[in-house]
């Protein structure tokens, strides 16, 4: 399988790819780690005619902290989430999230930047930004701004991002004091997207829920997040009753498509199960 | 399309060469510099059967352009051997241990095995399933590729301990 032609670009600054992005317009796209893009190349579902190579940009690396902000850069490869120390410590539902994508040679290739900006609603990351209310910072032509993630994601593909933005980083607020995050996903094997998938940020103080974020992968064309289920949550003891009611209020907003992976019902339904799974695990890392 | 100039070090070798944009490293490897060890399977970035080793990390080669590997260090089943025909340790083990049958996921499997064993040169047999987990193997069941690369570790840290006597 080969793709169609192009011009090939490798921009050394942000600012050298998005004068590049203004340039080209609609026939340019960027690619970062290729794991999205060159396989659409390849099926001819994607022909841009200008390609521009960020891999090569420094300054879209890196994990650092910015105060109590996770700030990761865009092209940090799910190996190198998995593989940092300071952020398997202080944020480890990042790493959790990237073990589960793929396998050790796309995650080498494959990007944060790419997984959440691409819009592909069987991308893990993106639930996992909805639940941590991530932000999503972007330079274009105008200068810099920040998304939040909760604004991002309109439809399949379809994203806030204009044509010539470029996503450089992602902000991620520390977890508060009493709280821990887990994600659970049903796969069929390894490299398949998610059956059903959900991220789970959950708080406790004195024994009840102070604080509870839910947000669900590939149960409909974008990722969703649940709030009203983590909303019912604040004020109950963590227990499977509690559980049992996020998850089915997670499902009521579910609208999976039917395919290989399963049923529409069924697929709603495990989506419940994986908001059970990740809340439990979550309240257990919270209390310890 | 027009041409560009490309240049990496392959198996120790400065490669300068001149591709089209669109040209996948697993082509240019392969058709280019008849490197036809690592194989096309799937296609699909699924099966691992082009795995190759580029600048330290197991990638596969049918989901990358050439263009993205300019000044890369790559290395390749053909780099494994040694020049006097020598097997490297995972490929007597292979051998050995019967891990491989049709030998097609092989080159991928062993170049994977080889940067697995470079990060952890002694992995538990879980270790080395999760390592592994993005070659496939339609022949073997992997039950002897995983003893094989364990068997591997063994001769790779014997040789190792030998050196340092040395």
């Given amino acids: 399988m080969i793709s169609g032609s192009f011009a090939f670009y490798r921009p050394h600054t942000i600012a050298e790819a998005v004068a590049m992005l203004a340039t080209h317009g609609d026939a340019a796209r960027l690619v970062a780690g290729g794991h999205s893009l060159i396989p659409m190349m390849k099926l001819r579902m994607a022909m841009p005619d200008h ?14 902290r910015d105060g109590s902000d996770w700030l990761i850069g865009a092209l940090t490869t799910q190996a190198e989430l998995i593989a940092d120390q300071a952020l398997a410590a202080g944020l480890p539902v990042l790493r959790e999230t990237a073990l589960q994508i793929a396998d050790p040679q796309v995650r080498n290739c494959g990007t944060l930047g790419g997984n959440i900006a691409n819009g592909d609603p069987g991308n893990d990351m993106p639930a996992v930004m909805l639940c941590l209310n991530a932000r999503f910072e972007v330079t274009g032509p105008g200068g810099k701004r920040s998304i939040p993630a909760r604004g991002f994601y309109h439809g399949a593909y379809v994203t806030s991002l204009a044509q010539d933005e470029i996503v450089t980083a992602v902000r991620i607020a520390a977890l508060p004091p009493g709280s821990a995050a887990a994600y659970e996903k049903l796969k069929r094997k390894v490299g398949d997207y998610a059956t059903a998938a959900a991220a789970v940020a959950l708080g406790l103080q004195d024994g009840k829920i102070n604080f509870c974020s839910i947000a669900l992968t590939n149960l409909a064309p974008t990722p969703l997040w649940a709030e009203a289920a983590g909303q019912a949550l604040i004020g109950r003891a963590p227990g499977a009753e509690s559980f049992a009611l996020a998850g089915r209020l997670a499902e009521e907003i579910t609208d999976p498509s039917s395919d290989a992976r399963g049923p529409a019902a069924y697929r709603t339904k495990m989506g419940g199960v994986m908001v059970r799974r990740a809340l439990a695990r979550a309240a257990l890392a919270a209390k310890t | 399309m027009k041409k560009s100039p490309v240049s990496m070090t392959i198996n120790g070798q400065p490669v300068e060469e001149l591709v089209e944009p669109r040209t996948l490293l697993i082509h240019f490897l392969r058709e280019q510099l008849n490197l036809t060890g690592a194989h096309i399977g799937c296609e699909t970035s699924h099966c691992g059967a082009c795995t190759i080793d580029l600048d330290g990390k197991s990638v596969k080669s049918c989901t990358i352009f050439t263009l993205q590997a300019e000044g890369a260090h790559i290395r390749t089943i053909e780099g494994m051997a040694a020049a006097d025909g020598t097997l490297h340790a995972l490929q007597e083990a292979f051998r050995e241990k019967h891990g491989l049958q049709c030998g097609y996921c092989t080159p991928g499997m062993i170049l994977r095995a080889w940067r697995l064993l470079q990060e952890n040169p002694d992995p538990t047999d879980a270790e080395i399933r999760f390592g592994i987990a993005g070659n496939l193997c339609r022949c073997t ?9 364990k068997h591997a570790a063994i001769l790779m840290a014997g040789a190792q301990q030998k050196e340092a006597a040395e």
């Avoid at chain 1, 390609?51 to 650092?64: E, N, Q, R, T």
């Fill in chain 1, 51 to 64: 390609l521009i190579d960020v891999g090569g940009i420094a300054d879209l690396k890196g994990i650092k």
């Fill in chain 2, 141 to 149: 069941g992997y039950q002897n590729i995983v003893a094989a690369i």
